[in-house]
T-cell receptor, first 115, second 110 residues
Framework: NAGVTQTPKFQVLKTGQSMTLQCAQD?????MSWYRQDPGMGLRLIHY???????DQGEVPNGYNVSRSTTEDFPLRLLSAAPSQTSVYFC??????????????FGPGTRLTVL | GQQVMQIPRYQHVQEGEDFTTYCNSS?????IQWYKQRPGGHPVFLIQ?????EVKKQKRLTFQFGEAKKNSSLHITATQTTDVGTYFC??????????FGTGTRLKVLA
């Protein structure tokens, strides 16, 4: 199993550009989520999904869109990049077999810089 | 909204000394998880606590969940250089929204 994979590893955008961060998992996990981590801070939940076709907002959803058309993939779209979105983005997945009581497996992260 | 605070933010210890980080939630949690993140890496799951007053041990690591399920702690006995990293707690109040603490960055001096 590759686990949770994220692409790209690094990205530089100009203000106003849009892009999609890719996340995929091969563990047949129901639950997937996106976090951002800013320097010296914890992880903040952007969006999450409890299964294909179901998504919901986290703590900091503004400026981001998600969709979950398959169990494996959970892309994160930046609609119009802003410097405040400069951060490291982590995707995570969890089996969610027993409702919330499962560890989250994190991908390696995408380091995004918005100029 | 729900907030999870961790103290201290930073801790430097001599190798062999003990280390403790504390996690406090503004609301009652249904469960709490602990993660470790090495510098430049991604968070890695350590453990999950579910029951009030629960204590779990993993070798030199001891995890506790408070009686009121609003606080938790991680204690490392006799730290080693391999313990270096940032330790995060993450809790949820019964939804799928995990709230992470601010983290405690541990440095171990050899």
């Amino acid at each position: 199993n590759a686990g949770v994979t994220q692409t790209p590893k690094f990205q530089v955008l100009k203000t106003g550009q849009s892009m999609t961060l890719q996340c995929a998992q091969d563990m047949n996990h129901e639950y997937m989520s996106w976090y951002r981590q800013d320097p010296g801070m914890g992880l903040r939940l952007i969006h999450y999904s409890v299964g294909a076709g179901i998504t919901d907002q986290g703590e900091v959803p503004n400026g981001y869109n998600v969709s979950r058309s398959t169990t494996e993939d959970f892309p994160l779209r930046l609609l119009s990049a802003a410097p405040s979105q400069t951060s490291v983005y982590f995707c995570a997945s969890s089996p969610a077999r027993t409702r919330l009581r499962d560890e989250q497996f994190f991908g390696p992260g995408t380091r995004l810089t918005v100029l | 909204g729900q907030q999870v605070m961790q103290i201290p933010r930073y801790q430097h210890v001599q190798e062999g000394e003990d280390f403790t980080t504390y996690c406090n939630s503004s609301t009652t949690l249904s469960n709490i998880q602990w993660y470790k993140q090495r510098p430049g890496g991604h968070p890695v799951f350590l453990i999950q606590l579910v029951k009030s007053g629960e204590v779990k041990k993993q070798k030199r690591l001891t995890f506790q969940f408070g009686e009121a399920k609003k606080n938790s702690s991680l204690h490392i006995t006799a730290t080693q250089t391999t313990d270096v990293g940032t330790y995060f707690c993450a809790g949820t109040s019964g939804t799928y929204k995990y709230i992470f603490g601010t983290g405690t960055r541990l440095k171990v001096l050899a």
